[in-house]
């Protein structure tokens, strides 16, 4: 018997992960465990939580308490985001060098992937919000709307609406293969660091370059949602060009079209 108003939990759920940056208070990491729970989402992650007090944290989770005895807890963003498929950062800073905002009806319908990969959600910290450091590992930013003088929701707020615009999605069961494959984040920092590496061989990164141009070029690469073949594609041609930088690999005529 279906009861109104009363929502089951689905599979489609697990892949979904909150990421919480730098938490500073304690109960707003328990209210986001309630919420969580209300909704049927079960992985929460902490990255560098400030004194997180966990009997603090109880008094705010209520049904969510158990989902506070199975928190993933992490160094870095960096190392949060490895294991997953596909990152997105909640955010209303602006900024020119930043990606352009999606709301989050447009990320719902357009960006997320069905079935679902495993998904990172990312929120930061409650004073100010994620940093740039942040926001560059995340493939896409998403702001939630809201009126112009008072623009930033509760953290708590902030994942129970991200959370359920999520739960009313309804997905196909039909779908039992995925139509492409996603790397995971350890390919993509991994693109990171070689591209890096190539654009400081060529001397496109050296003294005097813009602060946030790496940022950028890295966030670049995250925009265009690449799968698994297209990143061994990446890695393979950004080796390729460090190796003949380095000197490795002999110059060669480029390749002439058949006649």
Known sequence: MTIPGVLTPHSH?????????EPADSKNIGSVARAMRNLGFGSLHLVRPV??????????????????QSIHLHDSLEEALRPMEDSVAFSTREGRNRSMHMVIGDWLQKEVHTPPVKTAIVFGPEDNGL????TDLCRCLVRIPSTENCPAF??????????????KRTWD?????????MPDGNSLFQLDRLIEQVLIRST???KGTPEPIPGLVKNLFRRMNPDEREIG??????ARIDKALAGDIPLVEPLKKEE
Not at 14 to 20: A, N, P
Not at 154 to 167: F, G, R, T
Not at 233 to 238: H, S, T
């Open 13 to 21: 759920q697990e892949q979904f992960h909150v990421v919480l940056v």
């Open 51 to 68: 004194s997180y007090d966990a009997k603090k944290a109880a008094i705010t989770a209520c049904w969510g308490s158990d989902l506070l």
């Open 131 to 134: 940093r740039p450091e942040h």
């Open 154 to 167: 509760n953290l708590a707020q902030s994942v129970l609406i991200a959370l359920y615009e999520l739960s």
């Open 173 to 181: 069961e039909s779908l039992s293969t995925r139509t492409r494959e």
């Open 204 to 206: 496109y990164y050296r």
């Open 233 to 238: 594609v990446l890695l393979g041609l950004f």
